[in-house]
């Protein structure tokens, strides 16, 4: 049984208490400037209980107070996608995963958890006419999802040793392709590592860090 709130912009629903003994966990969603961002839905659950869910207030806080403990690892979503019309596409989707089992009280306290903003990379290749040439590349980036999966504070864990493995993207262009152009969602502020050959010639590797001026490139051949 759940019971519902509506505190001002904020929406909350967890389980009706059942008993004294409960966990809490809260924090606050905020930009890549520190502000903090409204109306994110976040979860509260298990593998096969859904232990409460609300959307943050008008300064990104949110604040779960009646998780009642058991033996399942509980797991705090931040912008889930999945069952979500709340959705908030310009932002990556965060999920705390806390190793120890909630059968007695647990209190989490994230703090500020900056909740990474998505960026759409474009790579678009030209051909110049009557070239003969072939272009090789490669483009290794941070997938979307790369940030998901986080471990609470306490544990002390490096983010970027978390991260999933950066995505690598393979192609040819040949002469007669003219203009080929790709775009992938990543995550702003992560560079783009762009790896390429021209025929037989020497390897050229850039690197573009990702902000809202450098958001495409182009190789020409």
């Known amino acids: 049984m759940f019971a519902c709130f509506v505190l001002g912009s904020s929406f909350s629903c967890e389980p009706e208490i059942e008993s004294n003994s ?38 990104g806080n949110f604040e779960f107070t009646y998780l009642i403990p058991g033996w399942e690892i509980p797991e705090v979503q931040l912008n889930p996608r999945d069952e979500n019309p709340d959705y908030n596409s310009s932002f990556a989707s965060i999920s705390y995963v806390d190793n120890s089992s909630m059968f007695t009280t647990t209190n989490s306290d994230y703090g500020d958890v900056m909740l990474p903003e998505l960026a759409t990379f474009e790579l678009t290749l030209k051909a110049n006419a009557n070239t003969q040439d072939t272009l090789n590349f ?76 450098i958001l495409s490139y182009e190789i020409t051949h």
């Not at 986080?150 to 999933?164: G, H, T, W």
């Not at 002469?175 to 050229?204: H, M």
């Open 22 to 59: 409960r966990g809490q966990a809260k924090g606050r969603l905020v930009d890549q400037n520190a502000i903090g961002v409204a109306g994110i839905l976040v979860r509260a659950e298990t593998p096969y209980t859904r232990l409460g869910f609300q959307n943050t207030d008008a300064e």
């Open 138 to 213: 490669r483009v290794t980036y941070a997938d979307r999802f790369c940030e998901r999966y986080r471990f609470p504070p306490e544990d002390d864990v490096e983010i970027e040793e978390l991260c999933f493995v950066d995505t690598e993207f393979f192609g040819q262009h040949l002469p007669d392709d003219l203009n080929k152009t790709f775009d992938f969602a990543t995550i702003q502020g992560r560079p783009v590592y762009i790896d390429f050959r021209i025929n037989s010639g020497a390897e050229q590797n850039l690197v573009l860090n990702l902000n809202n001026s």
